[in-house]
């Protein structure tokens, strides 16, 4: 199952291209770009891995481009995502979130039902992947 | 597409897609507006022959090469790494600032920011401080200029544990590896670049264009100060020019003389010695020309005509 979250889930995944035009957009409006993965795909799950500081006071894509390809090195079977911060007054907050990286294998999430007093059910959706270990969650199965 | 165009007209209309076959050389010169950048730089900066004969063959080699790709006759971007040698206070960044916007009219870099550096904002502390250090830096200059003054610091002979080294092969992948995204220009005085390249070959064969930066001659100086009196709307009285042209040639004979900054730093005590006698006399009226002219008497108050070092 594929799985989408932030700006431009509707879509296909971005190119390199595409996901460097966007950076530029981001730095062109003066937020600092920055790079998260995990491999907790749980829609909830909004604590992702920083991948290093984000990037203040960058001019061009291509230096973003590069520690996103450093990332993909040690972490690219894994969802990466960027995240853009504003930190205008008044806003001080993420304006733009994306995904740029997502495992080879994705595979979905069950539905867990939970029989609780009377015969009232709770629902909880879990992922397959989170079955394993933290950090062989997308590995060779 | 409008129908009622004719098919005929079609093959003239400027079409940027197809190559060019035959183009305006002087339009597409004024359209890029180097002209002005290397007009300003005739204007404003004085001397440097050599170093403004080079920027200008440059210039013209890359006006060439952004034809030559929309000719489709290109392969690969040309090596724009630079390296400016000369005495201290020669006009090395200045210069750097121009290439820049040279390179940012040409399209040769896309944003045209200058990231100045020295070792300190390269090179870390300790184990593993380095690498972030030096990426950081990378990244705030991708698309611009990375300008890294006294560059042979980095590389320090006597200890052979230095990080320096680190951030040397850091920049040296960076410079082959993403040569369309950053533009490397080091600087430094002549004879310790010369022992740098010799250590670091590596850096000599990235670096194409090497360009030296000669020193100022008496009159050049005495311009320079001339510009720089202009552009803070102050002047020479005639006997404050004389005086000045003495001071050159004394100041010059003593150590630790850096061209145009050591000019700068004079013009700046200068005008604390005006400014001390004028306000010597509250009593008076002053005129436009009173507060705008420096006298000689400011100018033979320096410690350089009495003989002691500095001034």
């Known amino acids: 199952m594929r799985v989408t979250q932030g700006c431009f889930s509707f879509l296909p995944d971005l190119t390199d291209e595409q996901v460097s035009r966007q950076v530029q957009y981001c730095l062109g409006k003066g937020w600092a770009v920055n790079i998260e993965f995990t491999d907790d795909p749980h829609p909830r799950n909004n604590l992702w891995e920083m991948w290093g500081l984000p990037m203040f006071d960058l001019r061009d894509a291509a230096g973003v481009m590069m520690e996103l390809n450093e990332c993909r090195k040690v972490y690219g079977d894994r969802y990466i995502r960027m995240s853009a911060f504003d930190s205008s007054h008044g806003w001080e907050s993420v304006r733009l979130s994306f995904i740029v990286n997502r495992p080879k294998d994705e595979p979905g999430f069950r539905l867990e039902r939970h029989e609780t007093s009377g015969r009232n059910i709770r629902y909880t959706t879990k992922s397959y992947a989170v079955d394993r270990p933290e950090g062989v969650r997308y590995g060779d199965r | ?311």
């Open chain 2, 1 to 311: 597409m409008n129908s009622s165009a004719s098919p005929s007209a079609a093959p003239q209309d400027a079409d940027p897609t197809p190559p060019l076959e035959r183009i305006d050389l002087r339009r597409e010169f004024n359209d890029v507006g180097i002209g002005e950048v290397l007009d300003q730089l005739d204007r404003e900066l004085i001397g440097l022959k050599p170093v403004k004969t080079r920027i200008r063959e440059i210039a013209s080699l890359l006006l060439i090469e952004r034809i030559r790709k929309r000719m489709n006759l290109t392969s690969e971007v040309p090596t724009l790494h630079m390296s400016f040698t000369g005495n201290p206070g020669t006009g090395k960044t200045t210069v750097a600032l121009r290439i820049a916007s040279i390179l940012h009219k040409l399209g040769f870099v896309r944003r045209g920011q200058v990231i100045s550096v020295t070792r300190d904002e390269l090179v870390g502390q300790y184990i593993g401080h380095t690498a972030p250090k030096t990426k950081e830096i990378l990244k705030k200059a991708m698309g611009g200029v990375l300008f890294i003054d006294e560059a042979y610091y980095l590389h320090r002979p006597d200890n052979e544990r230095d990080y320096g080294q680190e951030a040397i092969e850091i920049l040296l992948q960076v410079m082959e590896s993403q040569r369309e995204d950053l533009v490397v220009i080091l600087a430094g005085y002549g004879d310790r670049m010369d022992k740098f390249f010799a250590s670091n070959p590596g850096f000599r064969s990235r670096i194409a264009h090497h360009i030296d930066f000669p020193d100022y001659s008496d009159d050049e100086l005495l311009a320079i100060a001339e510009l720089m009196l202009r552009d803070m709307n102050y002047r020479f009285s005639p006997g404050a020019r004389q005086a000045f042209i003495r001071y050159i040639g004394l100041r010059k004979a003593q150590p630790l003389f850096s061209n145009a900054r050591s000019i700068r730093n004079a013009l700046d005590r200068m005008r604390l010695r005006q400014a001390n006698r004028l306000v010597a006399d509250l009593d008076r009226v002053l005129s436009t020309d009173d507060i705008m002219s420096l006298e000689a008497s400011d100018v033979l108050a320096s410690r350089v005509f009495s003989g002691s070092p500095g001034g």
